[in-house]
């Protein structure tokens, strides 16, 4: 069966948060426009991260534009769970035209834009955003030995909860947030040992999201201003929710230097020292997922696409949210995709 065609304004790639922060000032704009998500279900990423992961800031400081996250039943800050359902009462609330599932495949260039083909049919748009995130994407780094390991290889992506690890030995690769988290619980339930290529740094207890997102957003306006300013990597790694600083408490957060081989036992450093294991959690994070945008040949020697603000170079029709950083500041954060969500819909409209 051949599938559909259709057309509209902006069409936007994935239905995560960035995509619905898009959607929601398209749908104020007056545009005429539609969300394509590959997944079954809204809540985007959050839908597959393991139960306990937390945010870094509380509910009132990870909302999207135009609707509060309610709080926590315990007040604390928010797991996936919690996440997930404030993304599909935000989807519902302003009925945002989603076509799910969705997996766009490619995006070309057509004769008066872009053309957008996917399992659901294909769109021509005058405009594109592609908020396809990270998470499909997950990366692991290549060590000598990694085949021959007879224990179980897992990325974070993979990760559910601590319980299949009871009685284990278990390395945990990996010096930022996911990892810490989940040496934190897996720590209560099996021998650990962490390891990183760099000794990971705690921020500061009064330290969380709200107040990482006002120095990126101020070190994106120096920077604009060519001028210097200070990264967030030099207050530190980690934040310090609850679960982490009851970790550090019991004295658990004690990294080791990366190891440079894997052995079919284990893992071994370069001075001849090994430690024996069961399972390898890879904490290394992932990378854009871009591979729908292959056509347009946009992307560099890095792997990324260059842009100015969140629109592509060498194709202006085309922009880019959630990605991190380099697509505006914080802008893979609940708060910075809807902030930079605004600007973006405003040059697409204006």
């Keep these: 069966m051949t599938a559909p065609s259709a057309e509209a304004e902006v069409v936007v790639i994935g239905g995560g948060q960035a995509g619905l922060a898009a959607g929601y000032y398209l749908r104020r704009a007056g545009a005429d426009f539609v969300i394509l998500d590959a997944q079954e279900a809204t809540g985007g990423a959050w839908r597959h991260a393991w139960p306990s992961l937390r945010l870094f800031s509380p509910a009132q400081y990870s909302s999207l534009p135009g609707r509060m996250m309610p709080i926590p039943a315990d007040g604390g800050y928010p797991d996936a769970a919690h996440v997930a359902a404030y993304l599909t009462d935000y989807e519902r609330r302003y009925r945002l035209p989603v076509v799910r599932p969705a997996a766009v495949r490619a995006v070309r260039r057509g004769a008066d834009g872009l053309v957008v083909e996917s399992s659901a049919g294909t769109w021509r748009a005058r405009a594109v955003v592609s908020a396809t995130g990270t998470w499909w994407r997950p990366y692991i780094p290549h060590y000598r030995g990694m085949r021959d390991f007879r224990g179980e290889h897992l990325h974070t992506a993979g990760y559910r909860g601590p319980e299949p690890f009871r009685g284990r030995r278990v390395v945990i690769v990996g010096g930022g947030n996911s990892a810490a988290q989940i040496l934190a619980e ?36 120096a920077i604009a201003r060519g001028e210097s300013a200070a990264s967030i990597g030099e207050l530190g790694d980690i934040v310090a929710v609850p679960p982490v600083r009851e970790a550090r408490d019991r004295g658990v957060l004690k990294a080791e230097p990366m190891f440079s081989a894997i052995t079919p036992e284990g893992v071994v450093w370069a001075d001849g020292s090994t430690a024996p294991c069961d399972v390898i959690v890879w904490c290394t994070g992932f990378r854009p997922a871009l591979g729908h945008l292959a056509p347009l040949r946009l992307r560099g020697s890095d792997g990324l696409i260059a842009t100015d603000g969140t629109r592509a170079h060498g194709e202006p029709r085309l922009h880019l949210l959630g990605y991190g950083d380099w697509t505006g500041p914080a802008s893979a954060t609940l708060i910075g995709a809807g902030r930079t969500a605004r600007q973006l819909v405003a040059e697409i409209t204006g």
Excluded: C
Aim: hydrophobic share 40%; aromatic share 6%.
């Design 186 to 221: 897996v720590s209560q339930v099996a021998h650990t040992t962490w390891v990183a290529t760099r000794p990971p740094r705690l921020l500061p207890d009064e330290v969380d999201g709200r107040a990482l997102f006002a120095l990126a957003t101020r070190r994106h306006q």
